[in-house]
């Protein structure tokens, strides 16, 4: 099943402005030249929430969750919230039937604010004491430990039976990474023993680490026949049948026209054949699979509004266009070039390649050599395509700017998921200020 027979409804779908693997489904360009999203003009939104501004399309956030369940319906779906988090979007995510990961004390308020089901969210990452323990009062429904201080401190905590997996390396994918234990060197064997010699921790499968932004699906396939040798080798050793596989996530999305990405298809087709190769090789019952796409699910549902600020033509070399927005917010996405395109006005004929730059100074490089007007100057309105994800969580306040407000729009109509942070906010956290 496709996006577009998930959205028939769509009017815009085929506009050929813009390239449909990068933008939210619903955006188009009106006859005034002006681009829309969600039936809304980006000129409206940049008129009432001011700019830099993140948009998100609701229907296309919640588009590509139930792709995921259509084109993989064996597999128990959780939304990885470090990619995008509210509670507005943590709500959309349970209500289309995925749980949420979160890796943080704030993620984890932001979900039970939402009322996702305790037991269908994921703690997950570097995760601090006081965070392991408000995960257990809170009573999530699995714990990913990654180091062998976790699995102390968790030991030490709990009193009641608390389900957890073990973050494994395959020797597949990025092996040198800061989560998880390695196969090799016998590291994911003695995690395994240590959690299974706690009476408290209930191990019930592995969470398997690949990496991020990957596009060969056959690596999901290799993980798979590693950690099924994994867990027949617990089977066999000490007489516990782990029952959930977590695949976690890494799929890889276009931030330009003819980027890879991963194929939803095809990862189904290297689970299933993986599997059935896997678990009749080892005799081993097939495990409940668990995936946790984020970027994949929020990154094009997402573009950023920014107002030119200023235009600089260096004579014989390159022009610059400043923006009021920054390339520098994507932690997530370093480096990465971005697509932009003109927001509230027709293109002219007449264009010139130009480098779009963000306010914080070197290497704050949002694109480079992007066709805009010939003509682009001070209060043009451009789009960022493909920020939804690790833009508005991960975006520092430089220089003291407040960081922008989230905005969803569906139906023609726009709301403020979380406002912009203002002056007032920065100041009230310095101890300085005495509030005048």
Known sequence: MTLFELLPSLKHGLNPHLDRAIWPLSAYVDDLGRLCVGDVAADDIAAEFGTPTYVVDEEDFRARIRCYRATLPDAELIYAGKALLSVDVARWAADEGAGVNVCSAGELATAL??????????LDGVITAAELYDAVAAGVGRIVVDSPSEISLLACRVRHRQRVLVGVIPDVGVIDQKFGFALSGGQAAG???????????????????????????????????????????????HRIVLTELNLGGGHAVPYLSGDLELNLRSLGSAIDGALESACA????????????????????????????????????????????????????????????????????????????????????EIARDVELPADIHPGDLLAVACTGAYQHSTVPSHSLLGR??????????CRELVRRETVADLLARDRGWDGR
């Open 113 to 122: 604010a939402a009322d996702v089901p305790p037991s269908r969210i994921v």
């Open 281 to 364: 090789k080892h005799e081993f019952p097939r495990p409940r699979i668990v995936i946790e796409p984020g970027r994949a699910i929020a990154a094009r549902a997402g573009m950023t509004l920014c107002r030119v600020i200023a235009v600089k033509r260096q004579p014989g070399g390159r022009t610059f266009v400043a923006v009021d927005g920054s390339a520098g917010d994507n932690l997530g996405n370093r480096g990465a070039k971005y697509t932009v395109a003109l927001a509230n006005r027709h293109r002219p004929a007449v264009t010139a390649p130009v480098t779009v730059v963000g306010r914080h100074g070197d290497g704050d």
């Open 191 to 237: 995690a395994l023993r240590r959690v299974l010699d706690q009476p408290w921790l209930d191990l019930v499968g592995l969470h398997c680490r690949l990496g991020s932004h990957l596009t060969d699906a056959s690596l999901y396939g290799a993980a798979i026949s590693q950690m099924i040798g994994v867990m027949a080798e617990v089977r066999d050793r």
């Open 404 to 413: 922008p407000p989230l905005v969803a729009v569906s139906g023609g109509k």
